[in-house]
């Protein structure tokens, strides 16, 4: 019996039991795909299977793998397409586009201001794509008329992603700190480890960098009033940006990745409520 028959009789045989052994229908074809990894009817059959069930996750899975693997069944981008349509991302009456194999499928045109992206269900996949979208979310409030510091932190933050493509950006952002004459993050240090970030900010509160007042440590209204001596010259507030600018440089080699997930993560609450 040649390959391609042994195929067809798997998928065969796993079609005639999974309306009563559903269980047993998908040994045989997780048999299958063992046996032959490159035969795509295998593989459709995992997932036709998994999608009459209504079991998404696993479904969504063998549909990104047929995608990689098989980019050029027609059959696959239908199913991108049905999927698209239900989203309300193509117009229920379009499909996918042309391949060469299905001469007569009209190339798809999705809305406009509308994208559709398959990523693996991966953070390393997930995570900057994410902060991509939080970073084009919060420059529509960091930037306008009126001052947003904690919008415009999480500007600050998110560019360190992808370091030095968002550094024309970040100018930008210094550039209204400077035009404020302040700046308010307490959450800065627990976040920003970019070396010529921090360098910047070092520069802002020196004679030259225009002694731009920032408040990036946690309280530090409080502390201002505990180190005020009699002349009026936050002595310890200095002290304590000094010492702990210097511990911040130190964290530069920390994995960026890390740091931006826990920004995700610990910061849920007031991200969400400063999204636009």
Not at 55 to 69: H, V, W
Not at 237 to 250: G, N, P, T, Y
Request: include cysteine.
């Amino acid at each position: 019996m040649s390959a391609q028959k042994d195929c067809e009789f798997l998928v065969k045989r796993a079609r005639e039991l999974v309306s009563d052994d559903p269980c047993a229908a998908k040994a045989w074809l997780i048999t299958a795909r063992t046996l032959y990894p490159a035969d795509f009817n295998i593989q459709y059959e995992m997932y036709i299977i998994e999608r009459n069930a209504e079991k998404t996750a696993s479904a969504g899975r063998l549909l990104y793998d047929m995608f990689i693997n098989f980019p050029d069944q027609p059959i696959v981008w239908r199913e991108i397409s049905v999927i698209t349509a239900a989203l309300g991302l193509l117009p229920p009456n379009q499909e996918a586009p042309k391949t060469p194999e299905d001469p007569v499928r009209v190339k798809t045109k999705t809305r406009k201001g509308n994208d559709l992206r398959l990523l693996p269900c991966t953070s390393k996949s997930v995570l900057p794509f994410c902060l991509q979208l939080m970073l084009a979310c919060f420059k529509l409030r960091a930037f306008t008329d009126s001052r947003d510091d904690l919008s415009l932190g999480h500007v600050v933050v998110l560019l360190q992603y992808d370091w030095p493509q968002g550094e024309m950006l970040f100018l930008k952002a210094v550039d209204k700190i400077c035009q404020q004459g302040s700046f308010q993050y307490e959450n800065f240090f627990n976040y920003v480890t970019n070396i010529d970030m921090l360098e910047e900010f070092a520069y802002l509160r020196t004679p030259e960098g225009g002694r731009i007042q920032l408040e990036l440590l946690p309280n530090q209204g409080m502390l201002i009033k505990h180190h005020t001596v009699t002349r009026g010259i936050t002595k310890g507030v200095k002290e304590d940006f000094r010492l702990a600018m210097e511990r911040q440089v130190s964290r530069c080699g920390e994995n960026l990745l890390a740091v931006l997930h826990r920004f995700c993560i610990n910061e849920k609450i007031i991200i969400i409520q400063s999204l636009p």
